[in-house]
């Protein structure tokens, strides 16, 4: 079973810093494109930012500048690092991946369990 674990999440004041990580483990093979969404209740899951497996990075215009997500291919993790951050940057974060499982060919979608980004005024 593959699973995608994330780590990194908490309190933190405007203006502050906060780094989360993003490990897959389990029988993976081929990993394509990565990625970090967020959600606030009452909205829909948007995408912050995604990185290819070749390095090429795309970021949601709200945290353009101060966001920054990085990659490791060869364990398969993601890391977004989130500076100068604000009250509506509020969310459970959750790590993505588009990935082949086990011995499958197949690319399917791998969802983290989400973790808590809350940002005071």
């Known amino acids: 079973q593959v699973q995608l674990v994330e780590s990194g999440g908490g309190l933190v004041q405007a203006g502050g810093s906060l780094r989360l990580s993003c490990i897959a483990s389990?029988?993976?093979?081929?990993?394509?494109?990565m990625a970090w969404y967020r959600q606030v209740p009452g909205k829909q899951r948007e995408l912050v930012a995604v990185?290819?497996?070749?390095?090429?990075?795309n970021y949601a215009d709200s945290v353009k500048g101060r966001f920054t997500i990085s990659r490791d291919n060869a364990i398969n993790a993601i890391d977004l690092q989130m500076n100068s951050l604000r009250p509506e940057d509020t969310a459970v974060y959750y790590c993505?991946?588009?990935?082949?499982?086990?011995?499958?060919?197949?690319?399917?979608?791998?969802w983290g369990q989400g973790t808590q980004v809350t940002v005071s005024s």
């Open positions: 993505y991946a588009d990935a082949q499982m086990g011995d499958s060919s197949i690319y399917s979608p791998i």
């Open positions: 389990g029988s993976i093979g081929r990993v394509n494109n």
């Open positions: 990185v290819t497996r070749g390095g090429i990075t």
